[in-house]
């Protein structure tokens, strides 16, 4: 909202070109915002292994592990619907994917693997699997009822044509839904692929080291190249959760992991993040919230008037910062009184 109230205010190319990637990509391609999606997920697989450490700790059995694991899929997919309307319209015509739930189930199948492979490195026989697999599926597979030769159109897309026979409810797009049931195979990797570098972090965690920022560095460069040498053969396509955009994305997770890891754990340089950590803290809670809570109108209050006494253009950019400020300190006030809201 910012970056647009700026573009709008003050024009240019370089904030015509950051507008555009506030956007995600329709359908083959990539922009920022495309990252945001699987980050999300990756930074949950990197959690992972943390938090069962934390458990292992506390002597909690592994069917009491399995069991919160299940649970906590099955409340991000309530959530999903909840968030798609479920409370307000029912089951009528309403979209049963969601990225909730696709994160969730995600999630929720790379933990089962996880702690189920004993041999933590035959994790990343998992990750190539998953990937090369997925790319076959899409390259070589056509569906039924394709108007053509081209797999990576949305009516030839044997993932799309699967989520037509079996997604229940409304597709987000009418013939293809981007959170459907098949694009859950690579987002399994993503998951993956945080907690495999989460196995990494956790070696020596008491001395963070700059070998590590390297070591991860590197391997987000190989997946970045890797994806835009497969990207000749599959398109990246988020929509698809393609191969090629599961391996770039995964490059850039990385490398942003090693970026903040370099900051905030060898080199100490921790306050400024206070902002971010108000929001990370209740991710879920201000996702579900802006789908709940009239923000817009609480922002109108407070800014409104102040806003109307500019010029459009200025008056739309304080009012995207105020809605921002008025989302952080609904944060803020969760974050003083110790109120996290987690799944």
Excluded at 91 to 111: K, N, T
Excluded at 159 to 184: I, M
Excluded at 291 to 309: E, P, R
Aim: charged share 15%; net charge positive; hydrophobic share 55%.
């Amino acid at each position: 909202m910012i970056v647009n109230a700026l573009y709008k205010l003050i024009g240019g190319e370089p904030l015509a070109w950051l507008d555009f990637q506030m956007e995600h990509a329709a359908w083959d391609g990539f922009r920022l915002m495309d990252i945001v999606f699987p980050l999300f997920l990756f930074i949950a697989g990197v959690s992972f292994p943390f938090s069962l450490e934390k458990r292992h700790e506390k002597k909690e059995t592994e069917s009491s592990i399995r069991l919160h694991v299940i649970k906590r899929a099955l409340i991000l997919v309530v959530l999903g619907l909840v968030y798609n309307g479920l409370l307000r319209y029912g089951f009528y015509d309403i979209r049963c994917a969601s990225v909730l739930a696709h994160i969730g189930l995600a999630w929720f199948l790379a933990a089962i693997i996880y702690m189920n492979t004993t041999k933590k490195s035959l994790i990343k026989i998992w990750i190539a699997g998953i990937v090369i697999g997925y790319g076959l599926l899409n390259l070589l597979v056509l569906a039924p009822d394709a108007t053509g030769s081209n797999p990576f159109l949305p009516e030839n897309n044997i993932v799309a044509q699967f989520d037509r026979w079996f997604l229940p409810g409304r597709l987000y797009r009418g013939n293809f839904d981007p959170e459907g049931l098949l694009s859950l195979v690579p987002a399994i990797a993503t998951a993956l692929l945080g907690m495999t570098v989460s196995d990494y972090l956790r070696k020596g965690i008491e001395a963070p080291s700059t070998r590590k920022v390297l070591l991860i560095s590197v391997s987000g460069v190989f997946l970045v190249g890797a994806a835009l040498l497969s990207s000749l053969i599959i398109p990246i396509n988020k929509a698809l959760w393609s191969s090629s955009f599961m391996l770039l994305t995964g490059g850039i997770s990385l490398l942003l992991l090693a970026l903040f890891y370099w900051i905030i754990d060898v080199c100490h340089f921790t306050k400024w993040a206070f902002f971010f950590r108000v929001i990370g803290m209740n991710s879920i809670a201000i996702y579900m919230a802006q789908a709940i809570i009239d923000f817009d109108k609480v922002n109108t209050f407070f800014f409104g008037s102040i806003a109307s006494l500019f010029p459009a253009t200025v008056g739309m950019l304080i009012l995207s910062f105020g809605y921002v400020g008025v989302c952080w300190l609904f944060l803020w006030f969760l974050f003083k009184k110790g109120i996290f809201i987690k799944v």
